[in-house]
């Protein structure tokens, strides 16, 4: 038998993918494809060395791992790649980042189907 509960974490993520999210354009160097979607947040903390927590937090954008396919291959996210989000008539860029030596991305799912990017937002360009 199957496991109901990866079916059911497989349905679910379809829907929030179809009903939930976005388009937005994933780059890294040359290489583009366009996603689906949705926006997140995580806080990080981390204590200097005098002891005082420096609370941040990052953008996130939740996609389908087989989503991501860059030059025709399946990819997984990297520091410095960029998502690119319209805004109007603006486009606002956001490179893969975390702090204080933390992965860029993690997987949002025990079933490894959507990914959590972590970002900063580095600029906004005019049309």
Known sequence: MA?????????????????????????RGTATVELNATIGRTAFEQADEYGVVHH???????VLTAALVLGGSPALPQAGDRILEADGTKTLVY?????????????????RTTLRIHTKHVATEEA
Do not use: C, I
């Open 95 to 111: 490179e893969v980042m975390a702090p204080n030596g933390e992965p860029p991305w993690r997987y949002s799912d025990p079933y």
């Open 56 to 62: 941040t937090e990052s953008r996130d954008f939740l």
């Open 3 to 27: 496991d109901l509960l990866a079916k059911g974490a497989a349905w679910l993520e379809q829907q929030r993918n179809t009903h939930y999210a976005s388009s937005v354009t994933y780059q």
